[in-house]
């Protein structure tokens, strides 16, 4: 059965008995402080399992992109060394909201498993919760286990601790007891030799988890206490690229049609095997495993950057350049050459890998080249580092700066190290890595209270797109402490007209109006698992008091003028540019808003002004807002509708428009396009291959911004004295600083030549040389003319030239050709010798050469010491 096949039996399976299909929810989590990517598939459901909302279909099936490699679950340094981890992989899963429990689970699981998919039921062994001794609210699964019983033979089940058989989502929030499935993959020979049973969870590589059942029972309190959940969940997750391996008959993930395509792919870019040697084949699975993590990630919107996800991003994009370069003697990029490969054997089930190519490959082959050149310079750096260390090992900080300020990987450094007989302190590595991570890690520790519930209010309402001012209740609030921000509250209202950020839109501030006439002010909002949440730095006296939210108005106007505006802009620039450009990011704030976009190339003056003037045309014709709040996705699409690749949308969505711009969008806006008044463009640049970012404002900004520029013109014009036309009077002061400028050099030509003839009636004869030492009124080149023109018309000439500028002093010596050789002279010589009398030094050459110094009351001295050369 090839893979395709088996992700459709498994939805169907599922779909059979009454659960909806539902897409993957994107691998980047964009509006969720709590978590960069999506880890399980049970991220996109956690407000159901928390009740902060309610699921519309109890019953849910999806497959789920997944990427372990930060946080809790972090798999990065397995991943290629063995073959059943990845960064990237697909989590099957079947869910249940407060509907079916472990009886059904675990049945259907058994079923899918031994009857649909016929794997031996010999293979497969079952684990069980077994009770935790230190903590009394934990004890045995027996329903699970006496579930079990009833399917599997008992010495199949397998009783598990805490670590493997009790899940928690993070240090609060929802978790339960799981079973896991794991099967035995090992030749008949060995089986036979040790049971399986005494293989599970030890990391074998033959015998392995492929499937774990959640049930999800409690709700993990910050002080550690348990309590039930009102209603329980079922969260499974099953690997889909194990499950293949299974099922096609191999013995490791990446033997699976899923992987072969690409490592043959590999092999033919490399020009090596896999299956021949470990170094290779590991280097081979981390760029098979990674060139997937990293498409996946760019397709939904994440490009690599320096902070953050893009950070995650990249670093994992440079493990397999290193890999290649270490280990496949990759010296140019390649990994892009993967990306058609990929998209050909993923792209159905995932079509953004198909639509978003181009764009991936570009962004790896640039990150490539950028990376590749770093571990050149890297290469140098450690050279040097090698030369000037005394002794064998080298200093482990030396080697941390490498890495941490040039990204140059320590492996890498330790292979070359021992290569050259060296060896790496390790310890001070280790020790000044610690040190990093302590300092960044204090900087953002966040310490979170429990809620404090005042009432059981299930769903808030957000009332943001119609008043600015509503009058709240407060449903719970707790404390927050972190060393950014220090010590603040985090406050839930039954509804709020607060917009949270999200959709690149910044969240509101503004504040609460307290009966007794006290302000608390609301500092920002933002969105936690789904809720909205006020940041303050106090809470009311009264908790359950009246409360009236005020938003801050000018901050929200200013900062719909900027929303409106770039939907506006994104219309511009698919309508001046082309259908290609596809948003890759925004940022609307009050004073400005950025807009990243897929675009090959510098946009033109020309083509700056083009967006400009459409969006303004757009502002001049007074387009009002049309928004519907719950229209079905199918059919907003069908209106044509902007919807953006890696963001998330229900089955019903608000669209938002504007004359022509219709998108997807959740934000908050002008009532009418009049009311942003002018738009600017600022700036326009690239942010990667292929990606161009504008800056832009509008409204009261753009006041601003003539209003400077206003007063800027006004002081030109000032310092012009008033001229009626300052571009004209600027011209004018140009042309005629040009003129005065070629005077002034021809002035100091007739001044050089009459100084010439002057001087060379003043020549001395001393030893057959002609000699003059003197003290000009020239600047430097002036000398050096002068000098040279002597030179020309007098042979056997020694001169010795000083002047004074600026409070310092010059020499320069120019000594006839013939002389040098004859006599035996050096201009550089004499200049160095006698730039002791000006404090100073210098050089040239032999026939002509100059010193300066800070002296000049020297230079009467260093002119009478010239003859002493002769
Ligand atoms: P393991 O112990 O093998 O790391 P896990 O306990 O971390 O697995 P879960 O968090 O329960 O796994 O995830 C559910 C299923 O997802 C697992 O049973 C496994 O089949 C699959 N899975 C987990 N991590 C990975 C990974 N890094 N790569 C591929 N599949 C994975
Ligand atoms: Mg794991």
């Known amino acids: 059965m090839n893979s395709k096949e088996i992700r459709t039996q498994f939805l169907n399976f599922f779909k059979e008995k009454n659960h909806k299909i539902v897409p993957s929810a994107p691998m980047v989590i964009k ?21 902060n909302s309610t699921a519309k279909h109890s019953r849910i099936v999806d497959t789920q992109k997944c990427l372990r490699v930060s946080g809790k679950h972090n798999d990065l340094e397995e991943v290629g060394k063995d073959t059943y981890h990845h960064t990237m992989f697909e989590m099957l899963g079947n869910w249940s909201f407060g509907d079916y429990f472990k009886k059904e689970a675990i049945e259907w699981a058994w079923e899918l498993l031994t009857e649909v998919l016929k794997i031996d039921k010999n293979r497969l062994y079952v684990s069980v919760f077994e009770g935790s001794n230190d ?3 934990l004890a045995m699964d027996h329903e699970a286990f006496d579930f079990w019983k009833a399917i599997v033979p008992e010495d199949r089940i397998i009783l598990g601790n805490k670590k493997d058989n009790f899940w928690e989502m993070g240090d609060q929030g929802p978790c339960g007891p799981c079973s ?10 060995e089986m036979a030799k040790v049971s399986g049973a005494s293989l599970v969870n030890q990391d074998h590589p033959l015998v392995v988890e492929i499937w774990n059942l959640v049930f999800m029972q409690y709700n993990r309190k910050a002080s550690g206490q348990l309590e039930p959940l009102p209603s329980k969940h079922v969260d499974t997750g099953m690997g889909f690229e194990r499950l293949c391996m299974v099922l096609q008959g191999v013995r490791s993930n990446y033997d699976t049609d899923i992987f072969t395509p690409i490592i043959r792919e590999i092999e033919t870019i490399t020009s090596s095997k896999y299956c021949n040697q470990e170094k290779t084949d590991v280097a081979i699975r981390v760029i098979a495993d990674h060139i997937r993590a990293v498409s996946f990630s760019i397709a939904d919107g994440q490009l690599p950057s320096n902070t953050g996800a893009g950070y995650v991003i990249r670093r994992i994009l440079r493990r397999a350049i290193r890999y290649g370069f270490t280990f496949l003697n990759t010296k140019q990029p390649f990994m892009y050459r993967l990306v058609k490969v990929l998209a050909e054997t993923m792209g159905n089930a995932f079509p953004e890998l198909k639509e978003q190519r181009q764009l991936i490959e570009n962004v790896i082959k640039e990150e490539e080249h950028s990376f590749l050149k770093t571990l050149e310079q890297g290469l140098v750096l450690l050279d040097t580092i090698i030369q000037k260390n005394k002794g064998n090992e080298v200093d482990g900080r030396k080697a941390f700066e490498l890495y941490d300020t040039y990204g140059f990987p320590i492996d890498l450094t330790s292979l070359i190290l021992s290569e050259k007989g060296l060896s790496l302190d390790e310890e001070g590595f280790n020790l000044a890595m610690q040190e990093q991570k302590d300092r960044s890690k204090s900087a953002s520790e966040v310490s979170k209270e429990d809620w404090v519930v005042l009432s059981d209010d299930a769903e808030q309402e957000f009332v943001g797109y119609d008043v600015l001012e509503a009058d709240v209740r407060l449903v719970k609030y707790r ?10 509250y985090q406050l839930v209202f039954n509804l709020t007209p607060f917009y949270a950020e999200g959709g690149g839109q910044v969240g509101d501030k503004g504040y609460l109006e307290v009966q007794n006439g006290d302000v608390v002010y609301i500092l920002d909002t933002k969105k936690e698992n789904n809720e909205i949440v006020h940041f303050a730095k106090n809470l009311p006296k009264h908790l359950n008091g009246a409360l009236k939210a005020v938003v801050d108005k000018k901050q929200r106007g200013r900062t719909e003028a900027n929303h409106t505006a770039t939907h506006l802009l994104h219309q511009a620039l698919r309508e001046i540019l082309g259908n290609h450009v596809e948003q890759k990011g925004s940022a609307v704030h009050s004073k400005y808003l950025r807009f990243d976009f897929s675009h090959f190339a510098k946009l033109t003056t020309d083509e700056i002004r083009a967006v400009e003037n459409f969006v303004n045309a757009r502002i001049d014709g007074q387009l009002p807002l049309q928004e519907k709040r719950n229209a079905p996705m199918e059919e907003a699409l069908a209106e044509g509708a902007m919807a953006l690749f890696g963001e998330k949308y229900g089955d019903t969505v608000r669209t938002v428009r504007f004359g022509q711009s219709l ?15 002018h738009f600017k463009i600022r700036s326009e640049g690239a942010v990667a291959a292929g990606i161009r970012r504008i800056e832009a404002i509008t409204s009261d900004a753009v006041k601003e911004f003539y209003f400077e520029n206003d007063r800027t013109l006004y002081e030109i014009k000032d310092l012009l004295n008033n001229a009626q036309d300052p571009v004209k009077a600027v011209q004018t002061l140009q042309e005629e600083n040009a003129k005065l400028k070629k005077e002034v050099d021809q002035l100091l030509r007739d001044k050089a030549k009459n100084l010439k003839g002057d001087l060379q009636k003043e020549l001395q004869e001393i030893n057959g040389i002609r000699f003059l030492a003197k003290k000009v009124d020239l600047d430097v080149s002036g000398i050096k003319d002068l000098s040279f023109e002597m030179g020309s018309n007098v042979d056997n000439l020694f001169l010795l030239f000083a002047t004074e500028q600026n409070g310092k002093a010059l020499l320069s010596c120019y000594i006839s050709k013939n002389l040098v050789a004859e006599k035996n002279l050096n201009a550089g010589n004499i200049v160095r010798e006698l730039g002791k009398y000006i404090q100073g030094g210098g050089g040239g050459q032999p026939f002509f050469a100059t010193a300066g110094g800070k002296n000049p009351s020297g230079i009467d001295e ?5 003859k002493d050369f002769l």
């Not at 399980?40 to 407000?47: I, L, S």
């Not at 998108?663 to 008044?677: M, P, Q, R, S």
């Not at 260093?862 to 010239?866: D, H, I, V, Y």
């Open 663 to 677: 998108e997807l969008c959740g934000g908050t806006h002008v009532k009418n396009t009049a009311d942003i008044w």
């Open 479 to 488: 404390k927050v402490t972190s060393k950014k921000d220090g010590e603040l």
């Open 862 to 866: 260093a002119l009478k010491r010239a």
């Open 135 to 137: 903590d009394d609210a």
């Open 31 to 51: 509006d969720d402080p709590t978590l960069m990517f999506t880890n399980a598939g049970m991220n996109q459901f956690k407000e159901f399992f928390l009740g």
């Open 180 to 189: 896991e499935i794991h099967v035995d993959i090992r030749p008949e020979e």
